[in-house]
């Protein structure tokens, strides 16, 4: 527990955080660490966006080992970080990747040496091995290789990050929406918002305003003048009532449609799928998307195709790129900070793209990036700060705006 | 597309949306009425986007996982406890009336007070459990037992049904109890002497009329009501062994 972290004094830079994901949540964490002053504002409720809507997977990297590697390396790094500080969070039971076609086993050297130069930890097993570990996956299957993958609670996780900044002294406000930029004298000096708990709009000013929107990401940068190059980048996920497995079970061939399972409490949650769209607001969940999740998991876990109904739903991914990226899988998994200054405008900064498992590591780097420009010379320290239960989030009496 | 028109199939029909609304500084509550596009498989939830989305930016409600997981889109439709997400509006009827949870502060329109519900539970709530699921695998190396989260999605709905809730503030509810009863069943490292003094109260175990709306109500099978009953159990014999309770 750390309720010890230095509250950032009166005098101390302002930094207005727009969005309440994963990652606008990460970054107030580790900017109140290093003595900032901040505000988070998030339109819904915090990780109602993409945040909230993944499959639940704390990559191990291994998904990216063959031909992302950059993704990979961080995964297993942030993987490694986060067991440590939010103990609780995650169902520890491991991953298997499992080849069941002749083309599958086309892939496994390659998988084997890119986890051997990432880092990433695994064990090779004999199909009869794997069937031990997980007596209801396809009895076919030609080989399997077990890697640190683990579920997370998609909302509960982050959450904490939450906990621990607004405990620090940071100030974070759901229902509060931004409607435009404020720009003084060619710079980004704040936001004008409305509080959709009360009604009322105003403006917060900052010394900073970071645009940590995601896949919104773009529609935040427009106001200000300048472009951040997203691809809103939709997937299907499918939840089955009943726990088919314990480990996360992915297909061991290149990245594609409905090539993992994963565990989640009593529900299995088979995912994705991929495209890109230019609103993320406006995401359907193509019935087609949903059938071919079904037919998909199924061939890794045969008790797929009759397990019943739970849920069905799409969530964007902010993936970095141009959206002539058709498909969406050959964008990099990886994230980006920018600084708009260089575009000539002053005052703002946009962090993008990742994935759940890297929020902490893409907030150390933004971080590093909004210090540099405020001039603060104060370390990153989220790797060794342990970080609330979510149960503490609720543990105060929110504030709203005057 | 919108999460509503996406998922309307061929068959779209037009529902009256009834929903409450209430901003601080409002004098009181109100329904405001929709017209919303509803299709076979339209959840609550969906709708309530698209009214967000196309009619009126102000509704605030919550949501998160959108698969019956994080807990967070609690409402009362129709005067049921549901999770919005899980929850088709086709099967409702012509006039769908939208509220919030029962028996915790609103905050505004749809969104309630989680704090008033975590504030009663004990402070040692465990999140991780033993999974019990696929009794015949045995787990790789290095792991004891797989593990899984708890059943419990901290949602509210058992909160708002409960009818001794409803007249008693000061009652800690079903959720809580339900979770000091799974501490019992499985402590990891809690004192379970802890959790019955806790729960040996006239406002915690014995509190419960045994409606078993909770049961009724909850979206994820934790089955308070027979937690509670088995907590008395313990109580009322001394013996300190919780009956396990099971899945239904």
Known sequence: MTRSAPRASRDAPHVLIVGGGGTGGALAHDLTLRGIRITLVERGEFTSGTTGRHHGLLHSGARYAVNDRESAIECIEENAILRAICPGSFEENDGLFVALTDEDMEYYDDLVEGCKACGIPIEELAPQEALRMEPLLNPELKAAIRVPDATMDAMRMPLRFFATAKHGGATLYNFMEVLDVVVDGGAVTGATVRDHVTGSVGDIHADLVVNATGPWSEKIARMAGVDVPISPSPGVMLALRGRLCNMVINRMHRSGDGDIVVPQRALSVVGTSSWTVEDPDELDVPEDHVTRMRVEGAKLIPAVAQAGFRAAWSAARPLIGSKDAEAGRELSRTFKTIDHAGEGVEGLVTITGGKATTLRGMAELCGDVICRKLGIDRPCSTRSVTTLPHTAFYAETERRLA | ?248
Request: hydrophobic share 40%; proline share 8%.
């Open chain 2, 1 to 248: 597309m919108s999460p509503a028109d996406a998922r309307s199939g061929s068959s779209t029909a037009t529902r009256r949306f009834r929903v409450y609304r209430y901003k601080r500084g409002d004098p009181g509550w109100r329904f405001d009425p929709f017209e919303v596009p509803v299709g076979p498989s339209t959840t609550v939830l969906d709708a309530l986007r698209w009214i967000q989305l196309h009619r009126d930016r102000s509704l605030a409600l919550r949501h998160s996982c959108f698969h019956a997981s994080c807990g967070t889109c609690g409402m009362q439709v129709n005067g049921r406890e549901v999770l919005g997400c899980v929850t088709l509006a086709d099967p409702l009827g012509s006039t769908i009336t939208v509220e919030p949870l029962a028996n915790i502060p609103v905050l505004t329109d749809l969104v309630v007070d989680m704090g008033h519900v975590f504030d009663r539970f004990p402070d040692e709530i465990g999140t991780v459990r033993m999974s019990e699921e696929l009794p015949q695998a045995s787990p790789p190396d290095g792991i004891d037992a797989y593990e899984r989260f708890e059943d419990c999605i901290e949602c509210g709905l058992c909160l708002s049904a409960c009818p001794v809730s409803a007249t008693s503030d000061a009652y800690v509810g079903p959720a809580a109890l339900a979770a000091a009863q799974r501490l019992l069943e499985e402590p990891r490292g809690v004192d379970p002497e802890r959790i019955l003094d806790w729960a040996d109260d006239p406002m915690g175990a014995w509190r419960c009329h045994a409606a078993f709306e909770c049961t009724e109500a909850c979206p994820s099978n934790v089955r308070p009501a027979e937690r509670i009953m088995a907590l008395r159990g313990v109580l009322a014999t001394g013996h300190r062994t919780v009956a396990t309770v099971k899945p239904a």
